[in-house]
């Protein structure tokens, strides 16, 4: 459905995209995740004829964005990073103006269907002025969805919704990539496992890391680690106790019983460690898995 | 067009909520009438050509005035943005942005006719050059307007925006005295090109298609590199 080849843009000698290139099949939810200034909101920019590329191409349902922008235009809805709002209309005369823009059939229908699905029908009189910063946010996204685009592009989606309204806005957005391919841009990492299928991590414009957030995560694990709470063990010799034990790597003292043992990559060597530790007459309290979070990936792709 | 027509509208409800609309009409419409009731006072003559003359200049000021929010707004709120990404042209939103204000400016002129009515009632006016008058101020406006939306595509800041405007449209207005430095034959050149030059037909009844033309050829002009400058906004 998007298709974009060594995109690169430059701002001046500022370089802020290198090189970028990625697919997005259709019904796809691609999250884009990234520090500030990586250059998620420059991408989506050029994706949406806003701005054109340095060099590179990029298709979007087969059309080209920078010689087609109005077909790719037609077939996009957009949501950008500061929600683009005229403070002086209602809500339901800004959707108007949407939909006229955009052309839509049937358009009371569509504006209905539109505020309804972001929950915003009951302020469809209120001044944009007057409306809190989630209905402001909410009424970006009907703006976006008014013409049942094909592609959606969401810069940041739920920055200023309360906690309860991020959910609603998560399972819309899960709700829409039946029929509808969505980009969406965040810094929240939670909300790209739990929304996303797939994962891409740009940092100073390029991409670092492409996958499924599970498949991320296995990949960058490099070991497994297991979690180990003991009562009533010596401290010094609860670690020797592991260290010694065959295909443990590392040891990791967390104090008060607690230990992260490292091993190799696909071993588990949870039954051996259970049987020394009961063998020693020591209480096991706990005994997992550490899955390496999306954080830390982030912040160990990041940094580096 | 639809599209033009669209933000056009958009554009005049927005005039419409808020005061500037009104502060700015009703100003108009108050310096209108004392010059229309002074110059009847002392003249005794049924006739809109000193009134009409004399507006041109409150004009000057006027136009820079309905235009300042225009573009610039846009650019500072970042609906621009919004704008630029509907499967709408450019020139479809610098078209639709001229075609409001010019809609406003028509209304407040529309208002004004009440002035030329009163003349019928209390003398006997040649209605001619009343007609060709008002199209003149309306081409004189129209041709303010389009400098003023340049201006505003210019800038964020709306205030800048109406002060490079007047500045824009006095140098325009008063460029016809380069040509007494320079002499002939320049000196018809900048004589053709000053805003000044072709009202003062209009208000004696005379409707000139050179005149026409070049009211419409400013339009043209700026309304193009407003235009322009947006699409390079998208370069930057």
């Known amino acids: ?304 | 067009m639809k599209n033009t027509l669209t933000i056009a509208r958009r554009e005049i409800q927005a005039y419409f909520v808020s005061p500037i609309a009104y502060v700015v009409a009703a100003a108009f419409l108050a310096v209108m009438g004392y010059f229309f009731a002074m110059i009847l006072y002392y003249s005794r003559e049924a006739t809109m050509r000193y009134t009409l003359g004399n507006m041109t200049t409150v004009l000057l000021f006027v136009a820079p005035i309905l235009t300042m929010r225009l573009l610039a707004e846009e650019q500072r709120m970042g609906t621009i943005e919004l704008l630029l990404t509907a499967p709408v042209k450019d020139w479809e939103v610098v078209l639709g942005k001229f075609l409001g204000s010019l809609t406003l400016y028509a209304c407040m002129l529309g208002v004004s006719l009440y002035f030329p009515f009163v003349l019928t009632i209390v003398g006997n006016p040649d209605l001619g050059p009343m007609v060709s008058g008002y199209v003149g101020m309306l081409l004189l406006g129209g041709a303010l307007l389009s400098l003023g939306v340049l201006t505003s595509s210019l800038t964020q800041n709306q205030i800048v925006s109406a002060v490079l405007g007047v500045v824009l449209i006095v140098l325009l207005w008063l460029v016809s005295a380069l040509g007494d430095v320079t002499g002939a034959p320049l000196s018809g050149v900048f004589q053709y090109l000053a805003l000044s030059g072709h009202f003062y037909d209009f208000f004696k009844g005379v409707i000139d298609t050179r005149d026409v033309i070049y009211y419409l050829s400013v339009i043209a002009a700026a309304l193009f590199l407003a235009t322009r400058v947006l699409e390079t906004r998208r370069w930057r």
Not at chain 1, 14 to 21: E, G, I, P, R, T
Not at chain 1, 142 to 162: F, K, N, S
Not at chain 1, 186 to 196: A, G, K, M, N, R
Not at chain 1, 288 to 302: A, D
């Open chain 1, 1 to 304: 459905m998007i298709h974009v080849s060594n995109l690169t843009k430059h701002y001046g000698d500022f370089q802020a995209l290198k090189n970028v290139s990625f697919d997005v099949a259709k019904g796809e939810i691609l999250g884009f995740l990234g520090p500030n200034g990586a250059g998620k909101t420059t991408t989506m920019r050029i994706l949406t004829g806003y701005m054109p590329p340095t060099s590179g191409t990029v298709t979007v349902a087969g059309y080209d964005v920078t010689t087609d922008s109005l077909e790719v235009r037609k077939r996009l809805g957009y949501l950008p990073e500061t929600v683009p709002l005229y403070p002086e209309m209602t809500v339901w005369g800004y959707l108007d103006f949407m939909a006229r823009l955009r052309g839509v059939d049937k358009r009371e229908r569509r504006i209905d269907e539109a505020m309804e699905k972001v929950r915003i029908a009951d302020h469809a009189d209120v001044m944009i002025g007057k409306l809190s910063k989630g209905y402001r946010q909410r009424l970006g996204l009907a703006q976006a969805l008014l013409h049942d685009p094909e592609v959606l592009i969401l810069d940041e989606p739920t920055i200023g919704l309360d906690p309860r309204q991020i959910i609603e806005v998560r399972e819309l957005i899960r709700g829409l990539a039946q029929d509808h391919t969505v980009i969406l841009s965040t810094h929240i990492l939670p909300e790209v496992s739990q929304t996303c299928t797939r994962v891409l991590i740009i940092n100073e414009g390029q991409i670092v890391a492409e996958g499924t957030p599970e498949r991320l995560m296995a990949r960058l694990k490099g070991a497994e680690r297991i979690f180990v709470q003991l009562a009533g063990a010596d401290g010094n010799e609860a670690r020797r106790l592991f260290q010694s034990m065959d295909g443990i790597l590392a040891v990791d003292d967390k104090g008060n019983g607690a230990y992260e043992v490292e091993c190799a990559l696909g071993t588990d060597k949870r039954p051996e460690i259970a049987r020394a530790v009961v063998n020693r007459g020591w209480g096991l309290l706990e005994l997992r898995p550490v899955g390496m979070s999306l954080e830390e990936i982030f912040l160990k792709l990041t940094t580096e």
